[in-house]
């Protein structure tokens, strides 16, 4: 099958494809809300439905302790290659609503790009792989045999899809998985991202007085909670934003000369990501430049802290308790709960008297690197060349899919993170946004893929 057929498929049925998008976008399948039970339900009935309308042998809902995972598949014939795509059909929470220019859960498109939460993360990236096997089916001219895999908790850790891939290792069987959950550098600079970071994410509590006291009848002599936890977390951070925890970088791999000058030739401008951010300059590790803070040094980050008063007006109060989510993003080797236990101790290590700490952890994960000498990745390349005439340029992300690393210790599979979706599409931010055009030639993209991990596998 010429390519130009698909694309002419595409381009025939690309309103139908967006009206279904939407209708996806439409159902908040907010995964960390306990309330939305029913429209998790929803979503991943949609998307069996999808699934079946699109000709896969079989579609299943799986159901598992938490939301249930999507299963579909068409063996072609079992000579072929097998091709497991991975997404996930839960979104982040919307909040800061205010500050949506349109309602997120009302898609809607604005300069070309598709306006609602999970239009890039992820409904929007997976949906592309939906819509690759329907233009493959309609055409009959499919390269591979597809399994899809979409789960509904990868926001909330993937818990229960770690135990459905360990328990279902036969039926998940494949050569290479493949993932659109990440970004490229750009349109015109399309990129593969061959790293993702691990993840270890605290929670602490310090508690000071056994109650909020009258700031101005105890303070000073009473140890405030929130004078002492920010002084705690300054102290993470030395002069040169290196992370002070103990043993946190003993494994980190240093970068070579080679790899350095390797990634400083990604087309990034510092002074163009400081402009779009409207920063005046940019923070992090001494010595490192952006990109490589970016997507191979480890960072540690306050995601929220709170505590006594923050209501309207001026309240005096000394409060009892002081709280903060503090996350790291992890590198190879670093391993997750090692660095759970390292930050753990030293906390309490640096806790003065005054107070009581308590420290907990929250879902963490692995980093992932995938090789770039493997036929699967060199097929993904020979994609972009084919689709957008340009060679992709591996990318290490900063951000985390921890089930990366469960895939190639359960399954023994390497990803291909095929990401379609832009830094600036503002996922987990308000007016998240994904390009149709991404959406579009992502579909192209993905086609392309299966024609030449075929090809290549031959
Ligand atoms: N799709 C993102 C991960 C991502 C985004 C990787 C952009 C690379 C570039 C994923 O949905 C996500 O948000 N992951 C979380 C971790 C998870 C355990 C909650 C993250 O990275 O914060
Ligand atoms: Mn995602
Ligand atoms: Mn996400």
Redesign the pocket.
Known sequence: MEHAEFKKYIDQNKDRFLTELFELLRIPSISSDSTKKEEIIQTAEYIKEKFEEAGVDNAEICETAGNPIVYAEKIIDPSLPTVLVYG?YDVQPVDPIELWDSPPFEPEIRDDKIYARGSA??KGQFYAHLKAFDAMSSLKSHYCNVKFMIEGE????SENLGIFVTANKEKLAADVILIS???MLSLEHPSI?TG?KG?SYMEVEVTGPNRDLHSGTYGGAVGNPINILSKMIASLTDENNRITIPGFYDKVVELSEEDRIKIATAPFSEEEYKKELEVDALAGEVGYTALEQLGIRPTLDVNGIWGGYTGEGAKTVLPSKAHAKISMRLVPNQNSDEITKLFTNHFKSIAPPQVKVVVTAH?G?EPAVTPIDSIAYKAAENAYEEGWGKKPIPTR?G????IVALFEKELGLNSILL?LGLDSDA??SPNESFGVNNFLKGIETIILFHKHFALLKK
């Not at 990868?154 to 850790?157: A, T």
């Not at 951000?399 to 921890?402: D, E, F």
């Open positions: 996930h993360d992820d990868e926001e909330v850790g959950d990440t970004s991202t993702l993840l879902h994960g992300d951000g985390s899919i921890p990401g996922i987990h």
